[in-house]
């Protein structure tokens, strides 16, 4: 099962573009890389999932490289709702490869 | 339902007491997950069922926790003799199909759970 890292923490400003990256050298052939949300008592929500190169939809952009080694979630000008958890997992869904979590990082947007 | 429904939302119980907590998950959806959720730390695995067979239980951290969904539908999460290092937030989350790479996952917004 591939482990991600990714920075505990992150600020920002309101209409800023956010870019956070993660790391999961181990990445499998098989394996997909997806992105949550989680507000504060509130479960993880779905915000985006690829494969390789550029996916793009009305909430964010993920970026992988060539080598699928990282990852880069990017949130285009922020505001203060995207204060939140934001947690990167990887894994092809099958044969027993469970959703895992890392502790996420952390972005505080700010006025 | 529209979505994952959790109850009790929140639930405080003496040390030693047991507890179940009940999941309804998206009318239709295969998969169903637990998972557990210390305070400032991410969830963590707890099982899995696709309908009523349950697949995986790997995640459940002792013989007093047990997990079911008898019809394929609703599951219930039981804890016996509450401890205090089981206080944490239960998340339920369901998906449409089995184990698959799809568009994410469906969670509930959990049960927070304080044993005193």
């Known amino acids: 099962l591939a482990k991600t890292t990714q920075p505990i923490s992150m600020d920002s400003y309101e209409g800023q573009e956010v870019n956070i990256t993660c790391s999961h050298n181990?990445?499998?052939?098989?394996?997909?890389i997806t992105w949550y949300q989680q507000f504060p008592s509130q479960g993880p929500r779905f915000i985006i999932q690829g494969y390789k190169t550029k996916v793009t939809n009305e909430v964010a952009s993920l970026f992988i490289p060539a080598d699928r080694k990282s990852s880069t979630l990017s949130l285009p000008r922020v505001s203060l709702s995207d204060t939140a958890v934001y947690y990167c997992?990887?894994?092809?869904?099958?044969?027993?490869?469970?959703?895992?979590f890392g502790g996420g990082t952390r972005l505080m947007v700010k006025p | 339902g529209a979505g994952v429904s959790q109850s009790p939302r929140y639930k405080v119980a003496k040390r030693g007491q047991d507890v179940a907590l009940r999941c309804d998950p998206i009318s239709g959806h295969v998969s169903l997950f637990w998972y557990q959720q210390a305070l400032g730390q991410g969830p963590e695995f707890l099982t899995y069922?696709?309908?009523?067979?349950?697949?995986?239980k790997s995640g459940l951290p002792s013989d007093r926790f047990f997990a079911e969904r008898p019809e394929g539908s609703v599951s219930t999460l039981k804890i016996q003799r509450t401890q205090q290092e089981d206080s944490a937030v239960y998340l339920c989350?369901?998906?449409?199909?089995?184990?698959?790479?799809?568009?994410?996952?469906?969670f509930g917004s959990g049960t927070r759970l304080t044993v005193v």
């Open positions: 181990n990445i499998a052939t098989n394996d997909y």
């Open positions: 997992l990887v894994g092809d869904g099958n044969a027993g490869n469970m959703l895992t």
């Open positions: 069922f696709q309908n009523e067979a349950q697949l995986d």
């Open positions: 989350a369901s998906s449409p199909r089995g184990l698959a790479v799809d568009y994410g996952y469906t």
